[in-house]
C-alpha cells in the first residue's frame, strides 16, 4: 500500500509553467494495460495515479469478450492439451506474417501463464471451466471470464487499484505530453473535468511525473480520419466494435516527442459481428464461442462456405469483404449450448432461431439444395476427423449439424483492433526515432503499441497482451528514477 | 527569373533565435521532387533555395533507371497502344491493394502526360524511342530516358535551377522543423557544411521560409533501424538498391511536428536486382528491360518458372523470398537487344554469355531437361498469343527464346522503395494528425509522402509521381503567404 496522493510544489515544466500536481507514475488509460500498470507501479512504492478521459473506467477492456489466450495452462494440462509457449509465438507469427516484433511476440506468449496466475492468485478473477479454440490457434488454449466480459478482468483491477489507493480519476484527458529541453519526459498536460469529445471542455493541469508516463490509451478504431489514411476502404460506412472514446489522441502525443509509429497501416476487422446490432454488441460472442467453432458460415447466395471458420482474422475478413457476400453461420442445437449470450441475442433478433434447414434457407433465401450439400459434406468430413474442404482446426467431440432447432446469424466485418502503434522495446520502454533508444521517462502497453501482432492479431491475444505489456510498464515506470527525481521537489 | 539570394535581417525564431538566412520557399532534397519543386516554386516569384545533405545533388534519382509511366502519351498514339489515366489509376490501385489514396493516385495519372511534356518542352529531356512494358501495367506505358539513367532528368532539373539562379546548397542537412507557437512552419534548423553521415559535423544555422518549406527528402531503405521496426525481416542481410542517404530524418521531422505517417511497413523490394554486385548496379535495367519482359525467370534448382515475370513487385518479391530459391533470368540474343546495359553487366561478370542451353544449365545447375520443357512450353505458349502458365502480358511481336547465344543473370530481393510516408492532399500540403488539416506553411512530395502507391508501387511510377506532386507543391509552396510573410523583415 503506498500514499497515492499528490504533492503540490513550487517547480516549473521546462517552458515555465507551474506543475499543478506530482506524482512518480502518471498512467494515462484505465483499461487493461493502464491498470495493471498503475497497480506494478505502486508496488514498487510509486505515488500512481490513472487518467481516463471517459466518464467510466475500463474503455474497450470493459466491452470486450474477456478471453485470454494462454499457452500451457492448468486448464490445457487437465483436459490434456498439449501447448507451449514455442507453439503460440509461431501461430503469432503465422498470423502477422512475419512482420512481428520476435521478441515482444515471444514474451507475450512466455508471460502468458503468469499473468493467468496473477489474475486469478492477486486480483480473484474467475474464469469458466472450459477453454475456447479461437481462430488462427493450434490448439484451444483460450479461457474466458465467469461473466463472459473484459469487465470479469477490470472490475478486480479497479478493486485492487483502490485497495492500493490510487487514484482513479475520470474526465481526465491527455492533451500533450511535456518533455524537458533534452526530449525526456517530465509529465502530462490534461484537460480535467472533461466532457468527451468536446476538445474544449475541462480545465488544463499540468501533472508532474517524476519517474515516468504510461500511455496505455488503446488503439483508434473510432478515429475515422486516422483509420482512412491508413486503410481508405474503412470510412465511416463501415462499422467499429469499439466503444466511442478509442480515438487515438495518446498516439499522437507520442508521435509528436518522437515515438516511432509502427505498422498503422494493419488495421483488424472482427469477422464475427452481427449486421443487425451496432457495434460489439451481443452477436460477436455467440458466433465466436458457437457460430464458427460448432457450426459453418455460409455465403447465403451460394449456401456455400468460402473460408475456414477459424482461420485468423484477416483471411476471413479479406473472404467476407472481396467476395462480397452476405455470411450467414448456422450452427444447430447442440453447437449451441456453447453460446453465452443466446437469449440476448434472440431477445434482440440478432440471432434468429428455425425449426428446420428448409425453414432457414427459405428466410435467408439460401437456396436449399446448396445448403443440405454444404452440411452433409461438412458432416462427413467430420467423420473423417478432418475439415477436408478449408482445414477448419476441429474442437474435441464436434458433433455433425443436423440436431434441430437450427440458429443462425447474419454477419459483417466491422473494424476492431490496430495491429499498429507506437514501438516499445521488451522492458515497455517507447523507442525514440532519432536514435532508436528509450525516450527517458516514457513507457507504453496495450493497443497504443505496434509490433507484437505484425499484420493481424489472434483472437485473445489482446488481453494477454495488455496484461503483460501493462505489468513490464508499471514496473519499469515505477523503478525509473529520472534526474529530477533525486531533487527534492 | 527571380532574385533567390538570401535576405538578412534581424528577425527572431519563436524560441529566440536568430535567423541565419531568409527565403520564401526552402526545398529539401535536390531528387527529382525537390528541383520539380523548386522550378515551379521560383517561377511564382519566390526566393527559393534547394538543400541537399549529400556532397553530389540529385540523390536516388540519380542513380535510377529513368523510367517514367505515361498514359496516353504520343509514343503509345504513334504506336497504336491504347491508354487511359482510368487505365493507369486502376493499375495502380490493382497493385496497391485498395490502399491507396484515390485522389492522390489519381493525380498522378491524370498529369502524367502534362508533366512528360514539361520535361521535354521546357527542360530539354531526352527519351528513347521506344516504350517498356514494366510489372503490372496492363500496357506499354513506360519512357526511358536516352542515358537509361534518372540523371537525364536530374540534370536537365539542375541546369534550369541554374538558369533560374535558384541555389542548389550541398552539404546541407535538416535537423529540425521550425514551428512558432501556433504549430505554423516558420523555417528550418539545417546543418550547413554536414559531412554524411557524420551528425556532428558542419554548423548549425536557421533559415526562415516566408511561404514555405517542401520536403522532398526521399524514402528510408537505407535505415535499417527504422526499416527494421517496421518490418523486421530487412535487417542488414538484406542490401538495398538505393543510395546510402536515403535514411528518413526527413520523415522523422515531420513527425515530430505532428505529420501522419502513412503505410510506413509496405517497404518494396525490387525482384531484378544481381546477386553479383551491391545495390542497384548495372544488373536490375538488364532485367528490367530485357530478362522480364523478353525472357523468363526460373527457379535454378527446379529450372521451371514460378511467377509471371511482369506481375506487381510484391508478388514477385514474395515469391522469389518465400520459396527460397536462387531465381535466374535467361534471355536469347533477340531479346538481348533490349538490354541498354549489357556490356558493362558482362564486364563485370553480372550477365553471363552462353552457346548454348546446355553451357547454361550447367553453369548454374539447372536440371536440363526440365529446363528445356520450361523453355517449350513458354515458347508454345507465345504462338497461342497468351502466357497460359502465368498469364504474363506479352509485347509485342515477342519471339520464342530460341536463338543462341543465351544471356542469363542470377537474382536477388533488394530493398528499393518506401511506399510509406507522410500524409498530404491534392495540394501537397502535409496534413497534421490532430485535425488532419494542412499543417500551415509545409509542403511534401516524392518517396518522403505515402499513400500513393498503396501496398506496392509500379515500376516507373515513382518519377512521374515525383515531378506531379513536386510540380504542385512548388507551386503551391511559392503562392503561399504566411501571416510573418506579410510583415516586412
Known sequence: MTDSGPDRCNSMTYDDQPWDQEYDVVVIGSGFAGLAAAIEAAQTGARTVVLEKMRIPGGNSAISGGLIAVAGSPLQHHKGIEDSPELMFNDMLKAGMGLNHPELARLVAEQSGDVLRWTIEKLGVEYQDSLNHLGGHSVPRTYITATSTGSGIIQPLLAECHKMAIPVQMKSQLTRLITDQRGHIQGVEIRDNYLFPNSDSGNVQRLRAHRGVVLATGGFSRDILLRTSQDPRL????????????????????????????HLSWIQLGPWASLDEKGWGVGSMFTLLAGFPYGIMVDSSSGKRFVNELSDRKLRTDAMLMKNITPVAIVDSEGVKNASTLDKCLKRGVVKKFNSLEELAAFYTIPLPQLHQTLERYNLSLSHGRDIEFGKPLVKDLKPIAKPPFYAIRLLPKVHHCMGGIQINSHAQVLSIHDHQPIPGLFAAGEVTGGIHGASRLGSNAIVDCLVFGRIAGKNAGAARSDAAMKPC
Open 235 to 262: 470510412g465511416e460506412n463501415i462499422d467499429s466494435t469499439n466503444h466511442v472514446g478509442a480515438t487515438g489522441e495518446g498516439l499522437s502525443s507520442a508521435l509528436q516527442v518522437g515515438a516511432i509509429p509502427v
